[in-house]
Every structure is written in C-alpha cells, then in structure tokens.
C-alpha cells in the first residue's frame, strides 16, 4: 500500500533542493528569462558547479562512482518539484544524472569498460550534461503513435561502415544542445522498416567529428531550458556506442528509460505551487473594499480552487511514481503515467491563469513572476513529450487495446494493450 509519508531522505533531499532553488535558481530566472538572445538565457556553468557541490546532480549515480544511489522516482519528483519552484528550466539538470545512470547501469552500453569511462567523467566534471536527441523536422509525434511505416519516424541515418556509424540528418527543439556532452540519438539503421525494426540508439560525443549545433530556438517560455538543432554531417560515431543490439527497436530501448515524464510533471506542479504562493500572499495584502482581497469570495474561491488543483496532480503525480517504482511487485499501468503527466501539465496551466486574474493588471507586468509562470507552463503544455493531447492519444491508445500485446514486448499490458514509445517514462 502506498506510504504518503516522505522517507528522512526525501526530506533531506527536499530541503536541500528548495535550498539550492531558492538562493541560487529564483534570483537569476527572472533576468535570464529577459535576454533577447536564447543563447544568453541558459544556466551558466558556474551554477551546475554549484549544484554539484549539493549532491543533487549527482543523486542517481551509484555509490561506488561517488553518486547518491537515490535509484526511486518518487524522490526525483520531490526534487524536482522543488527545483522547478525555483526555475522550470532547471529540472533538465535533474533529468541528466537519470538518464546516464539508468543507461550506463543497465549493461545497454555492450563495453563495460567505457560505460565506466562515462559514468567516472560525468561524476567528476561538474557541468556535465546529457541530452536526447528524438525529435526531427519531418518526425515529431508520430514517433510515439503506432503507425510503424517505412516511411514515418526518424530520418536521420546510421550506416555502419567498419568500426563506425556514419551518420546523417538534423534533430530539433533538443534541449542541452551546446551544452551537453553526451547526446543520445535515435537513428535509423534500417530505412526499409518502420522504427520499430529500423532504428537503434547510439550515444554520441558532442565534439565527433561531424556533429554541431544548429540554430536556437527563440521559445516563448521554459526559456533556461537551451534548445537547439542538432546537425550530423557524415559524423563518424565508434559503433561500441550503440545501445542494444542494432535495429533493436525504440520499445526495447525505451523499457530501460523511465521517469523523464514524471519528473516533468512534478516539475509543472513546482512553478503552480511557486504562483500559489506568490498568489496568496498577495491576496492577504492587497486591499480593496477595506479588507484583503482574500477574503472577498470571488479571490478566495480561486485560491482553493489553485490548492486544490496542487494537491490533487501531486497525489497523483506521486503515487505514479510509487507504482513505477513498485514495478516489479505490482503490473505497471502506462495510462496512468501518461495521465498524470498530463493532468498536471493541464492544471499548472489552470493555476498560472488564475495567478494572473488574481494579480489583473500587476500579473502582466514583465518585472513580475507571474505572467513568466504563465508562459513556462503554456510552452511545456503544447511542446513536452509531444505535447499534451499526444499523452492523452497515447493513453486512449493503451486504454482501448488499440495497439495489441506485441511478441517482441517482454512485458505485455494485461488486455492487450502494448506499451509504446515513452510509455511508463
């Protein structure tokens, strides 16, 4: 049975975070938000350092390479709960240490001894990032749809020539790019095939040969969040980088990632509980009428109704989480993942809206928090994972059993309906 209450390490682990988030993250967010040019907007290298020296960078490393060998997702998303209050960009520094511990720990990488090289740099260099190269031009969401063409999904190619990959193509809207160290990119090693048989993932240094940074994108909110293009020129990738076997398909790759949609979700509750807070203190102070807006019905029901909403994403938010973690005891539910990463993307929307209405005209101000919140929240509804109507398709999807159990799935959904690509992230 699911336990509400928090270990004494989520607890430190919160408060460390709110910490960071609140004397390191939330003075400069405004700021950076502001420059014109996105490439001034991302964190600086000097805060990851900082944030290295937490022991939140390094939470999901193992203990042996210096990590914290926090492997629950349920303590990601206190985290990053906490650290999104601050700024909402900054959760992609979380999402780094998750990704390259679950891949490098999970014997993907077939040369032990380079996914030990990798996990020893990523420890000791304080402003090591990871990205994930998914989206292109011509393939967003119908890489997570069940149409399995040869002619749909990635683009961007991998032909083994000798001990290498050449690879070729453009990703986009990639967050991390001219940052990251590490990107993991999906390929196509086989054109005559849907993705499903056709592509593999190999992770590619940043600096190979053929590899650069295109142009960045100008995002109307999540803006220290970096993102960019990603251009492979005839870029030359050590075939020992592939993922899995080639051709492996993007479920088998996918069951060895999880938590990157929840992590997010929780982030969305942080900036909704970041314009809660602001909301009501300024409720309480604000007078008109003789008395504090608070308390004048037509503010106070908007205030519960944020506190509401709050608590309800996060319970379920959390408790996904738990069942995630819980996976091995208990069968894993992949429309609830995906639910309630969208419902709390949905209601960190509703909270922002009712923050600005109950701050009128102060709320639009630039100088003020509140209509910042408003736009990290409305850019990460419409564009994360695919945006939010594409979570809810993909779970209608599972739901109805539209897919079929698959002979290649080692895990088949109880009634048939098959996990795809990003289910139970």
């Not at 990463?341 to 509140?370: P, Y």
């Amino acid at each position: 049975m699911y336990d509400y209450r928090m270990t004494d390490e989520q607890k430190e682990y919160q408060k460390i975070a709110h910490e960071f988030a609140r004397d390191e993250i939330r003075p400069i967010s405004l700021e950076l938000d502001h420059k014109e040019d996105p490439l001034d907007c991302a964190y600086m290298p000097h805060l990851l350092e900082k944030l290295d020296k937490t022991g939140l960078r390094t939470m999901s490393i193992p203990k042996e390479y210096g990590g914290g060998g926090v492997d629950d997702l349920l303590t990601h998303c206190i985290v990053g709960e906490e650290i999104s209050w601050g700024d909402r960009g900054a959760t992609g520094f979380m999402l780094s240490s998750t990704k390259i511990s679950h891949i490098l720990a999970s014997e993907l990488l077939g040369d032990p001894e380079l996914a030990d090289y990798w996990m020893r740099e990523y420890v000791s260099d304080p402003t090591f990032l990871i990205g994930t190269a998914t989206t292109e031009p011509v393939s967003g969401s119908e890489n997570q749809l069940p149409y399995n063409g040869a002619d749909g999904g990635y683009q961007t190619t991998a032909v083994l020539d000798g001990d290498n990959y050449i690879v070729n193509g453009k990703k986009h809207f990639i967050s991390n790019v001219g940052w990251a160290r590490l990107m993991f990119t999906f390929v196509r090693t086989n054109p005559d095939v849907g993705v499903e048989q056709g592509a593999s993932l190999l992770m590619v240094p940043t600096d190979a040969p053929g590899v650069k940074m295109g142009k960045v994108h100008n995002k109307m909110g999540y803006r220290l969040n970096q993102n960019a293009e990603i251009i492979f020129e005839d870029a030359i990738i050590p075939a020992k980088y592939r993922l899995g076997p080639e051709n492996c398909g993007v479920s088998y790759i996918r069951r060895h990632l999880r938590g990157d949609a929840l992590i997010n979700a929780a982030g969305q509750i942080g900036v909704a509980r970041a314009a809660y807070e602001k909301s009501l203190e300024f409720a309480q102070n604000r007078l008109q009428s003789g008395r504090p807006i608070a308390h004048h019905q037509s503010v106070g029901i908007k205030l519960v109704d944020m506190y509401t909403k709050i608590q309800a994403a996060r319970a379920y938010v959390h408790y996904a989480a738990w069942r995630q973690d819980m996976r091995h005891e208990i069968p894993i539910d992949p429309p609830m993942t995906l639910t309630a990463s969208a419902f709390a993307h949905e209601i960190s929307c509703d909270v922002t809206k009712l923050a600005m209405e109950i701050h009128a005209g102060v709320g639009v101000q630039r100088e003020n928090f509140l209509e910042k919140w408003f736009r990290d929240t409305h850019n990460m509804l419409f564009s994360s994972d695919g945006g939010n109507n594409m979570k809810k398709v993909r779970a209608m999807y599972a739901i109805t059993g539209q897919w079929g159990a698959r002979s290649d799935d080692e895990n088949p959904v109880p009634g048939g309906a098959y996990v795809a690509v990003g289910d139970g992230l």
